[in-house]
């Protein structure tokens, strides 16, 4: 086709090896409605990771559509700096109402990367602002993902995605993930006591003078595998902050919006009060990119001050607070509370982690873990042994390109193969999607 000529002529696309192209070129989807995509030639595929993590009600939602409609025949776009608009104080006024804790500033930037990133520099400069200069370095999880900018890379992990960059990165401190399936204190989940958060106190109590702030994905480490780690343990991360004076950041980017069963992943845990609150991806539903960093009046107040003292908070995007974003994201948030979403999230969600249960019984299923409409099954060589297939061996792409075959988007991380699934699915489509995958991951045979 004449188009995918084109494409691979003229354009790069991310987290791709090009060459791969030659064998295997990018589909050209033409339309979506629902959880379908369509490509040219007229076949679907179920979009069983919401389109990297951002589908939220499908895809062509009408009230959607109007909204952004409605908004461009008044205003597509102005600067943020010294000027306002409504659709940005009125997302602003509800992020407010429904996030946890007692955060009440909003910074709006454009993607989430950038929404961490601003995190991290507001935490780094409340520190100056407050006379404390030693406090200047973060602490991670070793398997966190964070973004592919330089300040969101160096408190991710170090891997593939970003080896390459290390030199780069400003130091941080890491601590060992709290993997269930792959202990790094080498205990049972049932029996251990969270013993896996001992590493970050001891760091912590060694080095809490030199820390801004700990950074954290709630419960769920997407890009890292999507490992799904317990609640106690980011409850007891929460304690630490506090009890080390240091910031907690959580980045709900990926987990926000209903992904978890919850609105966000951090009500999970009663009480918990990060400082900061970094969201993206399905704040819009997926429609538009906005980022957005939310923040307590603690934070705000120590940047408050005359412009003389230099304690302005000097960081902003072009698209900051895009109006037409901000009201897709409004909508979007209007859908939550017309269409029930969360109860009828709530309603089918016995079903589907039941039957992730059954793939446990798969030859190569060393791991199956969930957590609301989120999902993901380890394959391994050996499950007594939990071997990894090796890089070379590259399961996920052969998944990949068997899983389209079986109208299936799959874009597995590595080994792993997950679900990240829109929070409007139906029963039967779900029903659907874990028969094709069930299906394919039995009869998986490596070509």
Request: aromatic share 12%.
């Given at each position: 086709m004449y188009l995918i000529k084109k494409d691979l002529k003229f354009i790069w696309h991310p987290y791709t090896q090009m060459k791969d192209c030659q064998k295997a070129p990018p589909i050209l989807i033409e339309k979506a409605r629902g959880i379908k995509l369509y490509d040219a030639n007229g076949n679907f595929y179920y979009d069983t990771i919401s389109s990297w993590w951002c589908n939220v009600h499908g895809h062509n939602h009408p009230k959607i559509k109007r909204a952004i409609k409605k908004q461009l025949n008044l205003l597509e776009h102005v600067l943020f700096a010294g000027f306002t608009h409504k659709p940005a104080i009125?997302?602003?006024?509800?992020?407010?109402?429904?996030?946890?804790?007692?955060?009440?500033?909003?910074?709006?930037?454009?993607?989430?990367?950038?929404?961490?990133?601003?995190?991290?520099?507001?935490?780094?400069?409340?520190?100056?602002?407050?006379g404390v200069n030693k406090k200047i370095k973060f602490i991670s999880l070793d398997d966190g993902y964070h973004g592919d900018t330089i300040g969101t890379m160096s408190v991710s992990?170090?891997?593939?995605?970003?080896?390459?960059?290390?030199?780069?990165?400003?130091?941080?401190?890491?601590?060992?993930?709290?993997?269930?399936?792959?202990?790094?204190?080498n205990k049972?989940?049932?029996?251990?006591?969270?013993?896996?958060?001992?590493?970050?106190?001891?760091?912590?109590?060694?080095?809490?003078?030199?820390?801004?702030?700990?950074?954290?994905?709630?419960l769920v480490m997407a890009a890292g595998g999507m490992i799904i780690y317990p609640k106690e343990y980011l409850a007891k991360a929460a304690g630490l902050a506090r009890k080390f004076n240091v910031h907690l950041i959580l980045d709900e980017v990926a987990t926000g919006f209903g992904r978890t069963g919850k609105m966000f992943a951090c009500d999970h845990v009663e009480n918990l009060l990060p400082d900061f609150l970094c969201l993206s991806k399905g704040i819009t539903a997926g429609y538009l990119?906005?980022?957005?960093?939310?923040?307590?009046?603690?934070?705000?107040?120590?940047?408050?001050?005359?412009?003389?003292?230099?304690?302005?908070?000097?960081?902003?995007?072009?698209?900051?607070?895009?109006?037409?974003?901000?009201?897709?994201?409004?909508?979007?948030?209007?859908?939550?509370e017309e269409e029930n979403v969360l109860e009828k999230v709530g309603k089918i969600l016995p079903f589907f982690h039941k039957t992730m249960e059954e793939f446990k019984d798969l030859p190569i299923a060393g791991d199956v873990r969930y957590l609301g409409l989120i999902a993901a099954l380890e394959l391994v060589k050996d499950k007594k042994t939990k071997q990894r297939f090796s890089f070379e061996e590259r399961i996920g792409f052969e998944i990949f390109q068997q899983g389209l075959k079986k109208n299936l988007l799959l874009r597995p991380l590595g080994n792993i193969v997950y679900f990240f699934l829109p929070l409007c699915i139906q029963k039967r489509e779900l029903h659907d999607i874990l028969s094709r995958t069930h299906s394919l991951i039995a009869d998986f045979k490596k070509d």
């Open positions: 009125l997302l602003a006024e509800k992020l407010i109402s429904i996030v946890p804790g007692k955060l009440s500033k909003v910074f709006f930037s454009d993607n989430g990367s950038t929404a961490v990133e601003v995190a991290l520099k507001m935490s780094f400069q409340y520190w100056k602002n407050m992990g170090v891997d593939l995605f970003n080896k390459v960059f290390s030199p780069l990165f400003f130091s941080s401190f890491k601590a060992p993930s709290p993997n269930c399936y792959r202990c790094p204190m049972d989940r049932i029996s251990c006591n969270i013993d896996c958060i001992n590493p970050l106190e001891k760091i912590l109590e060694e080095r809490s003078k030199e820390i801004a702030a700990i950074i954290l994905e709630p990119p906005l980022g957005a960093t939310l923040t307590t009046d603690k934070i705000y107040q120590a940047f408050y001050a005359d412009y003389k003292e230099k304690k302005t908070f000097f960081h902003g995007h072009t698209f900051t607070a895009n109006p037409l974003a901000c009201a897709a994201a409004l909508a979007s948030l209007e859908i939550f």
